[in-house]
């Protein structure tokens, strides 16, 4: 008769296998891709008006630089240490990100997009003992493809795959592969390991479960899983479960459809003006359309808000959030955009003689469905006859030609937004722009 020991090592030795791979300090390492001087210089990527930082390489980080901090409070430390600094470069990232993901399907046909830079692989087809040959194969692909450096780890779930990622990443003489299908470095790293490195352990409950003793890994795992239901909720039960090697957590082939979407930016400058706050959230509802018709979906509400800055504390501060109703669900960015200017018209107020200098304003909508099987309005029904040849050919500008070649007047010119997002060290669109691409001298 087997004991649960036994058990355990029989699913741990055998069965389904899952890699977890994602691209190390992946902004940065797109950076460095098309900019070979900053191999081995610390270099970091700030978030959004280039306000704090959101990517350090492994350089940056021992200089003491941690992640959030905002650029104003190490713009010094940066100069004086030779720290290369980037604004965000997204749509750069993104076209890495699709370019690495094609790679990755080369070596396994079910692949899951989990984010921007990691990915699930199922490697349950490939013997136990070709994984780590194939994870590193799949490694120096990757590198010699892209130009991105990635760790892999390699687990029966996903959790532990997430684990061994980790692992990778922090032994150096695992030279960037760890897998937990091996029922010995299993056995080994599980009780090394600090149960705050679980996926899914936050702050809370990691508290809970230092009051209750557990301190590694596998502490974690050989707690009986009913009373840390309690505690944990049924997210702790499947960790546990997931830890001793029991799947919870399938692969996801197809993105979940989208239930909700948002559009928010933080302004470059205060708005104080009606006109620059309706121009805003029209090119945030035109955003907005053109997310929503990616995936053939309809809303019939959007929520439209603005307010000021806690950080202006001699200025008036005041927030403001309205919902607006459409006749029916749609995507057409015309209709939404009157719908966002009317949210504004209904909430404005003019100021007084210290006026308001909103920071940040976005749409927000939930509860999408499929635009196809969307109910037509008796009264006021939208004219999708019109609407939905004259959308497609906007994306279609804008796709052959970069995002803002067409939009509607209301929305303003790109160039003449004044409140527009500031990326002032942003580098070019690589490998989306033709005007942008790299250039070679030889």
């Known amino acids: 008769m087997s004991t649960p020991e036994a058990r355990r090592r029989d699913r741990i030795g055998g069965g389904r296998a899952v890699a977890l791979i994602d691209g190390n300090s992946f902004y940065c390492s797109c950076e460095r891709v098309f900019d070979p001087k900053l191999a081995a210089v610390p270099v970091i990527v700030l978030s959004n008006n280039d306000g704090c930082a959101i990517a350090r390489t492994s350089e940056a980080k021992a200089l003491g630089i941690r992640m959030g901090d905002p650029f104003f409070k190490i713009r010094d ?218 995936e053939g979906l309809g809303t019939n509400h959007v929520t439209i808000f603005y307010h000021t800055s806690e950080h202006d504390r001699d200025a008036p501060m005041r927030s403001v959030s309205t919902t607006m109703r459409l006749p029916e669900h749609s995507s057409d960015t015309l209709a939404l955009i009157k719908a966002a200017r009317h949210g504004v018209a209904k909430t ?19 509860d999408l469905v499929p635009l196809s099987h969307s109910p037509r309005a008796l009264i006021g029904a939208l004219d999708r006859e019109r609407s939905g040849p004259l959308m497609a050919a906007m994306d279609a500008c804008n796709a052959r030609w970069g995002r803002g070649a067409v939009v509607p007047a209301r929305a303003g010119l790109v160039s003449r937004r004044d409140w527009n997002t500031k990326f002032e060290m942003r580098t070019p669109r690589y490998t989306t722009q033709v005007g942008e691409l790299p250039v070679a001298y030889v």
């Open 77 to 294: 430390l940066c100069r004086a240490q030779g720290v290369r600094v980037f604004s965000s470069n997204y749509t750069l990232y993104g076209d890495m990100s699709g370019r690495t993901n094609a790679v990755y399907r080369q070596f396994s046909p079910q692949v899951e997009i989990y984010s921007i830079d990691e990915s699930f692989l199922n490697l349950t087809d490939v013997a136990p003992a070709l994984r780590v040959e194939l994870a590193r194969d799949l490694r120096a692909t990757v590198r010699a493809w892209t130009g991105i450096p990635t760790c892999v780890g390699i687990g029966p779930t996903k959790t532990l795959a997430k684990l061994a990622n980790h692992i990778a990443k922090t032994v150096p003489a695992l030279g960037g592969v760890c897998d937990l299908t091996d029922p010995a470095a299993y056995a080994h790293w599980l009780c090394r390991i600090d149960v705050a490195e679980v996926w899914g352990i936050g702050r809370a409950s990691l508290a809970k479960l230092q009051a209750m003793g557990v301190e590694s890994v596998a502490d974690l795992r050989d707690l009986d899983p009913r009373p840390v239901r309690k505690g944990l909720t049924v997210v702790g039960e499947r960790i546990i479960y997931e830890l001793r090697g029991a799947a919870c957590l399938p692969l996801e082939m197809v993105p979940a459809r989208r239930k909700g979407c948002a559009v928010t930016r933080s302004f470059s400058s205060r708005i104080t003006e009606r006109a620059a706050l309706e121009e805003a959230v029209a090119a945030h509802a035109t955003r907005l359309g053109e997310k929503l018709r990616r």
């Open 348 to 366: 404005w107020r003019e100021p007084g003689e210290r006026p308001w200098r909103y920071s940040k304003a976005g749409i927000v909508t939930n």
